[in-house]
Nanobody, 124 residues
């Protein structure tokens, strides 16, 4: 069982930055791939980024490449999402998720555990 708790969301102006954190429980954190997803009002949940258990592999959706960076600290059981050059269309609830396995996954159905989410609002 893995429990995930996100933090770091907030209100920011366009062009600004935020760092989201997701703290996980459990002793086998490094055996899970972690992902970030987001859901805007009236829209379906969207994949944002994923990182492998070792942190050596990452993958991003095209709309955030070059602006967002996913990283993890296995000693702290924490995954981060650095959001730079934010745009109003990045406004959404951002959730982290954990999937057992050594690869990286963009499919939400692959993830077994989900956090509650943190709101990111970008004003124009």
């Amino acid at each position: 069982q893995v429990q995930l708790v996100e933090s770091g969301g907030g209100l920011v102006q366009a062009g600004g930055s935020l760092r989201l954190s997701c703290a996980a429980s459990g002793r086998t954190f490094s055996s899970y791939a972690l992902g970030w997803f987001r859901q805007a009002p009236g829209k379906e949940r969207e994949f944002v980024a994923t990182i492998s258990g070792s942190g050596s592999n990452t993958y991003y959706t095209n709309s955030v490449k070059g602006r967002f960076t996913i990283s993890r600290d296995n000693a702290k059981n924490t995954v981060y999402l650095h959001l730079n050059n934010l745009k109003p269309e990045d406004t959404a609830v951002y959730s982290c998720a954990a999937a057992p396995g050594s690869s990286i996954y963009s499919y939400a159905g692959r993830y077994n555990y989900w956090g509650q989410g943190t709101q990111v609002t970008v004003s124009s």
